[in-house]
């Protein structure tokens, strides 16, 4: 089974730029898909973007499309999650999670996820 650690979040002003990155050990962490999700106070998580072990093909959610890029280091284990442009609704705790190994196709929902991270902060704010 896969480990998965966030950092990078912090204060950023608006139009500001940050990057995640989420560091995976275990055993052979490149053959799991890794999603990015983000909750803010008072609402429920929502998938933000993911990335897939088969092909990398990526998917974001319509809200970060075209501010946010999540790209992977298999040398490194480590994907991240570029954000650019950022607003004040992006504020949240953001996680980054592993499925199992089955879902070589990443998804945006969160069940299939099942290796959590302990999130790291973004806070958007002048």
């Known amino acids: 089974q896969v480990q998965v650690v966030e950092s990078g979040g912090g204060l950023v002003q608006p139009g500001g730029s940050l990057r995640l990155s989420c560091a995976a050990s275990?055993?052979?962490?490149?053959?799991?898909?890794i999603g990015w999700f983000r909750q803010a106070p008072g609402k429920e998580r929502e998938g933000v973007s993911c990335?897939?072990?088969?092909?990398?093909?990526?998917y974001y959610a319509d809200s970060v499309k075209g501010r946010f890029t999540i790209s992977r280091d298999d040398a490194k284990n480590t994907v991240y999650l570029q954000m650019n442009s950022l607003k004040a609704e992006d504020t949240a705790v953001y996680y980054c999670?592993?499925?199992?190994?089955?879902?070589?196709?990443?998804?945006?929902?969160?069940?299939?996820?099942?290796?959590w991270g302990q999130g790291t902060q973004v806070t958007v704010s002048s």
């Open positions: 999670a592993a499925p199992s190994l089955l879902f070589t196709k990443c998804v945006l929902g969160s069940e299939p996820y099942n290796t």
């Open positions: 275990g055993r052979r962490p490149d053959f799991y898909s």
């Open positions: 990335i897939s072990s088969s092909d990398g093909s990526t």
